[in-house]
């Protein structure tokens, strides 16, 4: 059972382009969190959101909640190398989080 | 960093043995986690605990058991380890059920 769909699931881009990912499902979510992993490492935790319509900005990175907790994106602003990355949203309902299946991001210097 | 350890790093075993990875915390979490990380697939859960003794079922639980005897150890064994069940495995600890940190993870191979 997949609950939360990105896209695009493969993203390279140009150093200082803008970009979004999205990050939808059918579900309701009590809160949605963005992480980002490198190779070889765990998913580090970049944002939680809990609030329906709730935006947050860290430094280049916005992130949005849509109004029905169902639905988040991530927009990247003047994208730069040390940004690449894959980039998982999560959701999670009572115990349990439900990931979705990632973003890969390159950024070309 | 989150005081979170896995063990190993890396296995590689072969079909139908038993195999077991370690979680430990040094951060007193009360909610514990494993996952798999498989291309296509992203992080799935395969079981959970919400306290000691305390576990519960993922979404990808058959072959799988786990345990909790203390606050900061949770393990996941592999009854009888099979090739489908090759993966990058994360432990992942959470306080509130919203924020949740991550280990470096293990590499099973299942040959």
């Known amino acids: 059972t997949q609950l939360l769909e990105q896209s695009p699931q493969f993203l390279s881009i140009q150093e200082g382009e803008n970009l979004t990912v999205y990050c939808n499902s059918s579900?309701?979510?009590?809160?949605l969190q963005w992480y980002r992993q490198e190779p070889g490492e765990g998913p580090v935790l970049l944002v939680t959101?809990?609030?329906?319509?709730e935006v947050k900005k860290l430094k280049r990175l916005t992130f949005q909640f849509g109004d029905a907790r169902k639905d988040s994106s991530l927009h990247i602003t003047a994208a730069q190398t040390g940004d690449t990355g894959l980039y998982l949203c999560a959701g999670n309902t009572g115990n349990q989080f439900y990931f979705g299946t990632g973003t890969s991001l390159t950024v070309i210097p | 960093d989150a005081g979170i350890t896995q063990s190993p790093r890396h296995k590689v075993t072969e079909t139908g043995t038993p195999v077991t990875l370690r979680c430990h915390q040094t951060?007193?979490?009360?909610?514990m986690y494993w996952y798999r990380q498989d291309p296509g697939h992203g992080l799935r859960l395969i079981h959970y605990?919400?306290?000691?003794?305390?576990?519960d079922k993922g979404e990808v639980s058959d072959g799988y058991s786990v345990s909790r005897s203390k606050t900061e150890d949770f393990l996941l064994t592999l009854e009888s380890a099979t090739s489908s069940q090759t993966s990058v495995y994360f432990c992942?600890?959470?306080?509130?059920?919203?924020?949740?940190?991550f280990g470096a993870g293990t590499r099973l191979s299942v040959l």
């Open positions: 992942a600890i959470s306080e509130s059920r919203v924020i949740q940190y």
């Open positions: 579900s309701v979510f009590s809160s």
């Open positions: 959101v809990v609030t329906g319509g």
């Open positions: 605990s919400y306290g000691v003794k305390d576990t």
């Open positions: 951060e007193n979490h009360r909610y």
